[in-house]
């Protein structure tokens, strides 16, 4: 360019366009840096499934692993979409620079190479290669995974919901091709071990059987865990199911469940996983049996530990005694150091003597040895030990679980084969009674006479039945269930075998929220409250009534010309009450109405003095309110309807029966439909009549 010369304009630098009158540098300051394309905005911030796929250089598969493991999932961006992006699946940039420093990204990497390995020595036919190459494939864990996402218990306890459904749907299912067996064996072992710890600490609370399956919640250090358990059918599995997905999510909910049932097993004093080996399987008839008859010996096994510590400190204290023994010569000291544990303890347990007692008894007895003192410390020490190594304190007993524990203390269940072993044996283990079964593995016979209720699942007893001690009942499952729910103990009349049960009503439905109460559940609180039922008092007010009659009817026998005079007389006081009684009705009448006017005069005037958003809220409030008024109205006629057949045995006012009444109900209605087609047919369509219209 050369030096600038006096007087000449000086030219614009060459990065500056060519159309602008302000230099590149001057424009920078004040427009700013000009961004690149997908670097700013919603197009950097929310990526697709391809673009991630090619920046983290892995397949479709391991991306989709990656991201059930990891937790992530796609989002949906606010407002508008990204631009050239319309129907698409988003992830976030914070996810996927989270996925691209995973450690198990790496080893799906290293295994993505060990099997092109593996391949290539066995497509040159290299079996035995390819055999010693497999087992140095790489593995990994998904401990840290569980870390990062659940840091405290409480967070884990409450995400375990989807994770015991998975865990007991695969445990249901058969081991077939899609199925590895060894993941079916996972699941039933995992949802056994869940079962023995909600049965001995008594943390089931709610049971309702559903077509779906048997939904069961448990409390848990104050938090509510629900899950399904599906019912004992033969289960078919889809072919439009992805099982390779399922299998992912039970990939990492196994690792979570194990890391649960560790801290709750700990807590308890108990080493998980439990020492289940395949012979207390084979005895057992199922798994959740074989883990209760383990868990059981366990927590025996460390009472014991604690039984025997006591008697090795009372064999020291026997062998310190002895010891001093030998050095006393008198026989009066030698008799009186001859005390026994029993004496001791019983001094232990009474504590009455004062101090003051206690050194004169040690004055006077001189080189006597009280064994009571050491005793007491020890116990105390053993004690304390106890409750730190087993767990069961007083700090870990909750007050609901010990309520639960004696709804049925005392009883012994005995279930017939037909009856679902599985949830029905963890409900009533869950709530304090002792359980048996038909099988050798039982603990308890069929004709032991300590078996309170038998739970049968049939229309009718087999005669087999009748060598059985007559002490117990038969029962329907459902009464445990029940019994269960409402946390008493129900009447047996409408649960007997054959007997058409009562409904069996969800407790996870609120009556008060919903504003309708059902019949049962209203007799069962009037049951628990101690008060006499509603059928009862009307049954009782129809036969006052009846009586009441009686009385008249004999009455009016007996003196018919003194009534007649007596009305004669009184007819007309009777009809000036009559007619002052109708007045006060009817101005009652008026005041109710006019009451119910001025409020809606008041309330559409309120309704004008609001603005449009809070006018369309009240609608709304309105239209949910007359919604649920209308469903609770329904519920009450149909609950008439019910009751109105069960009078009339069956059958409608106008004597038919409730299957003919319903069909010629269907009659009329396919009638009323048919005349109306025919009629919009004669008269054409509405297509046709707006065309005519607008011609």
Not at 173 to 196: D, E, F, H, N, Y
Not at 333 to 357: H, I, R, W
Request: net charge positive; charged share 35%.
């Amino acid at each position: 360019m050369g030096n600038r010369v006096k007087g000449r304009v000086k030219k614009k630098a060459i990065k500056a366009a060519s159309h602008s009158a302000m230099g590149s540098k001057r424009k920078l300051s004040r427009m700013g840096k000009k961004q690149k394309k997908d670097h700013a905005g919603l197009d950097a911030t929310f990526i697709g499934r391809a673009a991630c796929l090619k920046r983290l250089q892995i397949s479709l598969k391991d991306f989709r692993r990656l991201c059930i493991l990891k937790g992530v999932y796609p989002r949906e961006p606010r407002g508008r979409t990204p631009s050239k992006k319309k129907g698409q699946v988003y992830y976030h940039i914070k996810d996927l620079r989270a996925i691209a420093h995973e450690p198990l990204l790496a080893k799906f990497r290293e295994f993505r190479s060990f099997m092109k390995k593996v391949r290539k020595a066995a497509g040159r036919n290299e079996k035995d290669e390819a055999a010693r190459k497999e087992s140095y494939a790489p593995s990994y864990t998904l401990h840290h995974l569980v870390r990062e996402r659940y840091p405290r218990f409480v967070d884990a306890l409450s995400d375990v919901d989807d994770a015991l459904a998975l865990v007991y749907l695969f445990a249901a299912l058969p081991s077939t091709g899609r199925v590895a067996p060894k993941i079916t064996k996972k699941a039933q072992t995992l949802a056994a071990q869940w079962g023995a710890y909600c049965a001995t600490a008594s943390c089931i609370t709610k049971t309702f059987v559903s077509v779906k399956g048997v939904y069961m919640e448990a409390s848990i250090q104050g938090c509510n865990v629900c899950w399904i358990v599906p019912h004992s059918f033969t289960q078919n599995i889809p072919s439009d199911v992805d099982f390779r997905v399922m299998t992912t999510f039970f990939e990492f909910y196994e690792t979570l469940l194990s890391f649960v049932l560790f801290k709750l097993y700990t807590d308890i004093g108990v080493r998980y996983p439990l020492p289940v080996t395949g012979v207390d399987v084979n005895k057992s008839s199922s798994m959740l049996a074989a883990n209760l008859h383990v868990l059981s010996n366990v927590l025996r096994s460390s009472g014991n530990a604690v039984s025997n510590a006591v008697t090795a400190a009372v064999e020291k204290q026997n062998t310190a005694f002895k010891e001093t023994d030998k050095e006393v010569n008198s026989s009066k000291s030698s008799q009186k150091l001859l005390k026994t544990v029993d004496d001791a303890l019983k001094k232990v347990q009474n504590e009455v003597d004062d101090e003051d007692e206690e050194m004169s008894d040690n004055e006077e007895d001189g080189d006597d040895v009280d064994i009571s003192a050491p005793l007491k410390a020890a116990l105390d020490s053993l004690t304390h030990e106890k409750e730190n190594s087993i767990g069961l304190g007083k700090a870990m007993i909750d007050d609901e679980a010990s309520k639960r524990k004696r709804l049925f203390s005392g009883l012994t269940f005995f279930m017939s084969r037909e009856v679902p072993k599985g949830y029905l044996e963890l409900t009533c283990l869950a709530f304090g009674g002792k359980v048996g079964w038909e099988g050798s593995d039982s603990p308890i016979s069929v004709k032991d006479p300590s078996i309170t209720h038998h739970i049968v699942d049939r229309p009718k007893l087999p005669l087999s039945y009748d060598s059985l001690p007559k002490s117990r009942e038969f029962v329907q499952p459902q009464w445990v269930l029940d019994c269960a729910n409402f946390h008493f103990l129900l009447p047996l009349g409408k649960y007997g075998v054959g007997a058409e049960l009562p409904p069996h009503l969800s407790p996870w439905v609120d009556d008060e929220e919903e504003g309708y109460k059902p019949a049962y559940a209203e007799e069962i609180e009037c049951l628990k409250n101690g008060q006499p039922l509603p059928e009862e008092n009307v049954e009782e007010d129809s036969d006052a009534s009846d009586n009441k009659a009686d009385l008249l009817e004999e009455d009016a026998d007996g003196s018919i010309d003194e009534k007649e005079k007596e009305s004669s007389e009184n007819s007309g006081e009777e009809e000036e009450e009559e007619e002052e009684e109708e007045e006060e009705e009817d101005m009652e009448k008026k005041a109710i109405e006019h009451k119910k006017k001025t409020d809606d005069e008041a309330k559409k005037l309120a309704k004008t003095m609001m603005n449009k958003k809070a006018a369309r809220l009240y609608g709304r409030m309105q239209h949910g309110i007359t919604k649920k008024q209308n469903v609770v109205a329904e519920l009450h006629r149909k609950r008439k309807k019910i009751q109105v057949d069960k009078d009339n045995k069956g059958k409608t006012v106008d004597g038919k029966t409730v299957l003919k009444a319903k069909v010629e109900r269907l009659k009329s209605e396919r009638k009323t439909i048919e005349q109306d087609y025919e009629k919009a047919a004669s008269s054409g369509s509405m297509k046709k009549k707006k065309r005519k219209t607008k011609k």
